[in-house]
């Protein structure tokens, strides 16, 4: 056993710890109520990094503080690795539907619960960790390293590519480390291929000025709860493609292989919908589920709010009604183009009694790996490592759109490396990190460190 | 000028004043927060039907308590009068509408703002000053009265029909009067021939069992928002009718008078396009607005609930979407019909990967008029001598079940006469009074109480 497997192993107890304490800060960006816990976020990053071993400092951006870590004495012939990380996570709502809260980890069934174990703090803690491993009493690491934490993902990264241009120099690197993702089932570890975009708007229609009696009223005035279910409707057709023209100009057809071999992964029916709860799965025909999850593009409501919500019978013809309603994109679809599309597509149902905005509030572009070369394989063999097991290769239906601009401005390859399970609830209640991929990821890590520099 | 009309005038300003302090009570019969202030409405009232020589009490319900008060000292040949009223609001929000706040009434632009008062408590209230100005000093009203004030008319009377039944004797009567309504416009006395009825529901849409990242989900699990879209695109087709199954089965024809009576009023598209501040109008293919509001039935969303509806973009896939509905009915339709109807539509375009509630909130039937006969003709003549204008005959789009069973129940003739205008905003926010209606309204109740009397 190296060094910093022992290490390791020897400061779990303390480790946990410490990312509770990471954890019951409430890093929520998408709500300026917590823009404090935020920043108090950002610096407790920095100091752990500083008491890692690395020189960490936070950078002002219009938004939330992004925090930079290095260090760069493993010499000009070991690669530089950039290990990119979030530090905000999703809005909690609705509150009561978890089982603890959200900003209060604990331990139950070999689980660590709370908002942002998985998404993202727990897993780029496990660098953190990985990290400290190696620097530990004054030793070293095999690589460069610099760290690039953001407060922005979860509300579209807004400030971080015009940071990433920027410091160019600093951010130099040969490979983009992200643990942002998950593994294919316990114990399997997983290298991502691909990961789809996002096109995220808000729909506002507004029928009256004000709320009226829906008795004086109704019949006669256009009610925008039902303009709005109208024109929802026609996103999607009968075969469940989505109905926005020019929508699937862009989308690669995947060859076969990739198709043979999602088939081949041990994907269990009964299994997933045991984890969503639905009585049944949807999608577009012609693709098997994991195909549409990973390969193809989704279309989905949000949210929707329109008149009165609370208890008891209120009739009222309501002024407005709001729709949240986003696409997942595929390989070489546009977040840009599919606004065009989406916006035409959204004057185009909309009847003229009714005033209609559109609102794009997200934007992400897909993602595509460089399947095999050097970096590749170093990241399956540490993953092979600490897991005992070759890693799989799969898709992802999320979205981490700093991928492509990485991979852009960088000039560097991106290796996406994931530690959650299905099911950990990310963007949902109860969200949750296996206690056991927590170590392992940690030691998958410190293999990967030394993998790179081989 | 008769007694009573001298005391009315002289009594305005204190008049008015009492009627604040009604107002400013937030009777909101929908949210139990509000139970304790139900209950002091019921009790102000008891107490101002006793200080204008009434004989008061206070009836428990399983709900909201009940206001009778009685005055029988016009002898066994004079008719007796049942004056009905709800001294219950609608709730208020949205507050940040409300341009003052909704129980803090104020006179402006010659308006009484604030929640209740057209609906009903400036209007019942009315009554009890009309019923004040023939007792004042010790005088006499024409007519033996029971006054019957109920707290739940905005939560579906579910405890007056019992009550009703129960106190056959109490409250048995020649006419029952209720100030529930409007005319149809400022100067323009007003008696109803219709009002519609209503069959109010909420439909619940679970697709996963709980909220899920819309990312790793999107594509394959059913979408509740797009599902109740879905629903709720199939109540309405093309012709702006009704598609559910059976819905005009009972649905009466009116006769050509009736449609050209409605045809003659004095109607201004463009004063009603302003008054709702809709682009354009919708409705029925075949009627005009006025049928579409007053003789033909109608499907309204009224609120819709689903997912994320905070600030920013969350990507989630929601577990739930709700949806309220209601259908205004005309008659000779039925709720517990429709109820049926609207059960079986749903259950037949609820697609079988989700579960689908329906829960009834509210129903109330239809009523025609007995146009003509004594009581109409006295009412029309008080109307007359308070407007000094011949009063129309119109449709009411709104609902007020409790008319059909004071007439079967009671065996009396019900004579609706109302003096909210349009534009007034029940339901809404910014809800209003016009001054001048508040005394012309009591002035033409005295006269209605003397007119009966005849």
């Not at 407060?151 to 807004?158: F, K, T």
């Not at 409501?301 to 309501?318: D, E, F, R, S």
């Amino acid at each position: 056993m190296s060094a910093p497997i022992g290490f390791i192993r020897s400061n779990l107890d303390r480790f946990q710890e410490e990312l509770f304490e990471l954890l019951r800060i409430p890093s929520v960006s998408a709500k300026s109520e917590h823009d404090g816990d935020t920043r108090r976020t950002a610096q407790w990053l920095a100091d752990a990094l500083t008491k890692a071993g690395l020189k960490a400092e936070i950078h002002e951006t219009p938004g939330h503080p992004i925090v930079v870590a290095e260090w760069r004495k493993a010499g000009p012939d070991a690669p530089t690795v950039l290990i990119y990380g979030h530090y905000d996570v999703q809005p909690v709502e609705p509150l009561e539907l978890w089982s603890s809260p959200p900003f209060e980890p604990q331990v139950r069934e070999g689980r660590i619960w709370g908002r942002g174990t998985a998404d993202d703090k727990g897993q780029l803690f496990m660098h953190v960790k990985a990290l400290e491993a190696y620097l530990a009493d004054g030793h070293a690491l095999p690589i460069n390293v610099v760290v690039l934490l953001e407060g922005e993902e979860e509300v579209g990264s807004p400030n971080l590519v015009p940071f990433v241009k920027e410091h160019r120099d600093l951010l130099a690197c040969d490979y983009v480390v992200i643990s942002d993702s998950g593994m294919f089932a316990p114990g399997l570890p997983t290298l991502l291929f691909s990961l789809r975009g996002l096109a995220y708007f808000e729909v506002e229609v507004e029928g009256p000025a004000t709320d009226l009696h829906s008795g004086a009223y109704g019949g006669a005035v256009p009610n925008p709860g039902l303009v709005l279910a109208r024109m929802l409707d026609t996103l999607l057709d009968e075969q469940g493609r989505i109905a926005v023209e020019g929508f699937y100009d862009n989308v690669v057809d995947w060859d076969q292989e990739t198709r043979d071999a999602i088939a081949a992964l041990p994907w269990n029916r009964e299994a997933f919908m045991k984890e969503t709860g639905a009585e049944g799965l949807v999608g577009e025909e012609g693709y098997s589920t994991l195909e549409r999850l990973w390969i193809r593009p989704s279309c989905d409501v949000n949210g929707i709010l329109c008149g009165y919500t609370g208890q008891g019978a209120k009739t009222v013809l309501p002024s407005r009604a709001m729709a949240k309603v986003s696409f997942r994109l595929v390989p070489d679809q546009n977040p840009d183009r599919v606004e065009e599309l989406f916006r035409a597509h959204m004057s185009k149902v909309a009847p003229p009694e009714v005033r209609v905005q559109v609102r794009a509030l997200h934007g992400g572009r897909p993602w595509r790996a460089s399947v095999g070369g050097k970096g590749f394989d170093a990241a399956g063999a540490a993953l092979e490592r600490a897991f005992h097991k070759k890693p799989v290769l799969t898709g992802e239906g999320g979205s981490i759109p700093i991928v492509v601009d990485f991979e852009e401005v960088l000039d560097a390859q991106a290796l996406l490396v994931g530690f959650s399970l299905p099911g950990c609830n990310m963007h949902a209640p109860n969200e949750w990190l296996s206690v056991q991929n927590f170590q392992e990821g940690i030691e998958a890590l410190a293999y990967l460190y030394e993998e790179l520099a081989r």
